[in-house]
């Protein structure tokens, strides 16, 4: 017999994105302020980076691995950002300079990966010390402060009157040309392929390797894109920037439903991911909650992320195998005689 639709396993990521109208709907409604323009507006911008690095983030999860370096990344960006700025170099020209030396750090971490068969998680983890270590080179204790007013207000302002910052348009962009690279491309159908089976995928004939050496770049890229809009957005370049962002992106692509062992997921639920936790933060600093509760919240709401659609899987897996027991027998009598 058929599920009834109240047995039937709910798809993670359309339980988060409910869960994200649902908190919206309480915030607006109880929580004072927070739906003032101004404070929307800090939201999103506040929220911008790690969506920035959950795009490519995303993507590399998917196909079984995973970046750890990429606060470090943004920081080594902003870093050298503002040590250039200091030596009188034009900002159309450091802005790119930056992307190179992001989308070459990502590089660095996917030959490892590749190349050397090194597991990504402890590549990467050395490379966060690294690159931070290198940016800290670089710029030392200084903070660079008088970016050129025009990119300051792109980075920081909003649209008119609106809480839409301007920033938040490019992101769609980037947002849906990643959406279609993912979701409708033989290429984003072969990332899922190496998440869910690397060696399948191989003999299947996927260029395992260069598919992972393109998001590991592509993940630098975007982090070191990340490390220049921190920089302007809250007009400081430290070596320090963006320190622990990568935590929050690993939780946020986590919580909107990408398996950690990769092949299962959907950006929409990353991103609804982002925004839940961008949202709930927002709303528990407006009810002058402690940064020390929400990061239990936070971690909590990651145990519960990885959990519940394990959980799921092996309840609904369980209840297959009941299935199949009952119907066998059923199926293999002989048919009644006549």
Known sequence: MADSPLTRVVRWDTVVAALLVVLLLVSFGFVDGFGNALNLSFLLGNTLPIALIALPMTLLVVAGEIDLSVASTAGLSGAVMGALWNAGWAIETIIPLCLVLGAVCGLVNGLLVTRLGLPSLAVTIGTLAAYRGIAQIVLGADAVTDFPTQYLDFASGRIGETFIPYAFLPFLVLLAIAVVALHHTPFGRSLFAIGANEEAARFAGIRVKRHKLLLFTATGLMASLTGVFWALHYASARYDNATGL?????????????????????????????????????????????????????????????????????????????????????????????
Do not use: C, H, W, Y
Not at 287 to 314: D, E, Y
């Open 246 to 338: 990568e935590l929050s992106v690993v939780a946020a692509v986590l919580l909107g439903g990408i398996d950690f062992d990769g092949g299962r997921g959907t950006l929409g639920g990353a991103i609804a991911g982002v925004f839940l936790l961008g949202a709930l933060q927002n709303a528990m600093s407006l009810q002058n909650i402690s940064a020390q509760s929400q990061i239990v919240v936070t971690g909590v709401l990651l145990v519960i992320s990885v959990l519940a659609p394990r959980t799921a899987r092996q309840i609904s897996a369980a209840r297959a195998v009941r299935r199949a027991a009952a119907d066998g027998p059923q199926k293999s009598a002989p048919p009644p005689s006549p």
